[in-house]
């Protein structure tokens, strides 16, 4: 794991498009196109923003979704395929780009899914890290072994807290209970992992996972066994680091 620590978010997303631009750029004129995962959520803003303002072919590229809840209509301020929408698929129009409907039988969309994302090979992945240390939203303790491309997961309450402070949603009773998400296996087949990771409130996260043991307690932990992460902090998120 590599980490680049900047100034503040905004340097941040800006440095993390820049690398995750040359990454996807470069897979392009070897192999013609390429397939990427993309998060969502608070933390990913500043990236996205810069991300579409890169010269990148578009239309070259195959996007799959991380996560999603289950329930959610699209409509719903909280719908990550809403944010993926506007943010991202509706301003530089991707040649696929593949979400996650919340709102289908959940078994049948993550096998949906999962044949989809297993006749391809992901070359970059952009991610972040929660609260919790979740990764996509495989809270801890998260399933490490399991080979099922995407699953159907139970969110604890410091996931659904996080979600309410970030002012997705009016109360707790509110954000789901559930959601359909990336497995961590399928997450680290990607060949590059971009790790996007602003604000204070992650840094208790962004130290257990950096210093800590790998373990499921701490999810995102298991991004140190891959051979290809970039870890980009700001300095609020890296305060607690040694």
């Known amino acids: 794991m590599y980490i680049v620590v900047s100034e503040d978010k905004n340097e941040l997303g800006e440095k993390a498009a820049e690398k995750g631009a040359a990454l996807i750029n470069n897979t392009i004129a ?9 998060a969502t959520g608070k933390s990913q803003f500043e990236m996205l923003c810069a991300l579409i303002r890169k010269n990148i072919d578009w239309e070259r590229t195959i996007c799959f979704h991380l996560d999603e809840y289950i329930g959610l209509p699209i409509t719903h301020p909280a719908s990550f395929r809403k944010y993926l929408k506007e943010r991202f698929v509706d301003k530089v129009s991707p040649g696929k780009f593949y979400y996650i409907n919340g709102e289908a039988d959940a078994q049948k969309e993550c096998l949906r899914l999962e044949n989809l994302i297993t006749t391809c090979s992901i070359d970059v992945a952009f991610v972040g890290i929660g609260e919790n240390a979740h990764l996509a939203f495989n809270d801890p303790p998260a399933d490490f072994t399991t080979e099922r491309s995407y699953i159907k997961v139970d969110l604890d309450e ?3 807290k996080q979600q309410l402070g970030e002012g997705w949603f009016t109360s707790l009773d509110e954000v789901p209970k559930s959601a359909i998400s990336m497995s961590i296996k399928q997450i680290l087949k990607s060949k590059h992992i971009i790790c996007s990771v602003p604000e204070v409130r992650k840094a208790k ?16 932990s298991i991004l140190k066994e891959h051979p290809d992460v970039l870890l980009f902090l700001d300095k609020s998120s890296a305060s607690l680091l040694k």
């Open 158 to 160: 410091n996931c659904r």
């Open 205 to 220: 996260a962004v130290q257990l996972v950096v210093e800590g043991e790998v373990t499921p307690e701490i999810p995102s």
């Open 30 to 38: 070897e192999k013609g196109s390429a397939n990427i995962i993309l």
